[in-house]
């Protein structure tokens, strides 16, 4: 066997084309890897961003965002309609939520649960509302600072009642307006209390000079003995809480036997419709949920469905049918 002689040059110059070499495979390897992960990345949400003069606000999906051009334009009323158990407080809570992180004073009324609850949910879903400062309408305390919820649950609709009521000379009437906490005239009255609180408002004013998500999850309960009132009040609260300034969400709860009692009033005077249902679970003997978009102001929307899933530690992620 001979000895392969290789001089000094040759040895360099080998080394040097095996290192060119690894450079090439490095940087082939981690372009891969970085389009891996563009690709797989979670999705991040704009909160905020304005097209063509239109200011969208973000719904706290990525999905949903995405299927409304960026989000829904700022000042839209949005019905949230769809029978029990269908997802339409998980939304809330997403639209509060993405509010908190951008910033936006948050006015919660919900009918339906303590807001305890609502908190309680949410954190499974990863939103921590307590990372956040919350004041109850109901609390005897004025806030000892700027919060950046209200929260106006039954409590606090009894209470704006009482103090509606002590402004009234006729006993009789007076009693009424007492107990009258689910009456649209209490809500509207501690909708605006609540703007105060949130120092939104302009001495006098009545409304919010800082963009305000309101989220009233459920309206049924205030036309729950009087169907048929359903549009008449949507009317009431549209004219007297609707500004520029305030994107809202409006629950309305139905059942399928109920859905045109129940669910039109509020349709008619709603910028948008997220309608949400579920496959009939005697046949499908499984929850099976979706969701579509039926309108939405100023905007070019996905018209397919989705399905919606409700996932631990994430809260809604829709998946479009097409
Ligand atoms: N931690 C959780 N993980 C997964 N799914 C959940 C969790 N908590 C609740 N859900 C699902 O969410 C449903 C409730 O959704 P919700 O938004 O309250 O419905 P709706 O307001 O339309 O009645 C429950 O019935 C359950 O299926
Ligand atoms: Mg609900």
């Not at 939520?97 to 006015?107: M, N, R, T």
């Not at 956040?132 to 609390?139: G, M, N, Q, V």
Request: a neutral charge.
């Amino acid at each position: 066997m001979s000895n392969i002689e290789i001089s000094e040059e040759e040895l360099e110059a080998i080394e040097k084309e095996l290192k060119q070499l690894d450079e090439e495979r490095v940087r082939k390897v981690s372009e891969k890897a970085e389009k891996t992960y563009e690709e797989k990345k979670p999705k991040k949400i704009e909160y905020r961003k304005t097209t063509e003069g239109i200011t969208r606000i973000s719904t706290g999906v990525p999905e949903l965002d995405e299927a409304l051009e960026g989000g829904i334009p700022k000042g839209s009323w949005v019905a949230i309609t769809g029978e029990p158990g269908t997802g339409k407080s998980i939304l809330c809570m997403h639209f509060a939520w993405a509010g908190l992180q951008a910033g936006d004073p948050v006015v919660y009324v919900t009918t339906e649960a303590e807001f305890r609850d609502v908190v309680r949910q949410a954190k499974m879903f990863g939103m921590d509302f307590e990372r956040y400062s919350i004041y109850d309408i109901s609390s005897a305390k004025e806030p000892a600072e700027t919060p950046n919820i209200v929260v106006i649950d039954i409590f606090g609709l009894l209470k704006i009642a009482r103090q509606m009521s002590e402004t009234i000379a006729d006993a009789e009437t007076a009693k009424k307006r007492r107990f009258a906490a689910l009456d649209i005239q209490t809500l509207v009255a501690a909708i605006h209390e609540a703007y105060k609180i949130l120092g939104v408002l302009k001495e006098g004013g009545k409304s919010p000079i800082r963009h305000v998500r309101l989220i009233i999850d459920s309206l049924s309960a205030f036309w729950a003995d009087k169907p048929a009132m359903a549009r008449k009040y949507s009317y009431e609260l549209k004219i007297a809480t609707h500004r520029e300034n305030v994107t809202a969400y409006l629950v309305s709860q139905y059942a399928m036997t109920t859905r045109s009692t129940f669910g039109f009033g509020l349709e008619h005077i709603a910028d948008g419709v997220f309608h949400l249902w579920m496959d009939e679970v005697e046949t499908k003997k499984e929850v099976i949920r979706y969701m579509i978009i039926k309108k939405m102001r100023m905007t070019n929307h996905a018209r397919y469905a989705f399905k919606v899933e409700i996932e631990p530690g994430k809260g809604i992620r829709l998946e479009p049918i097409k």
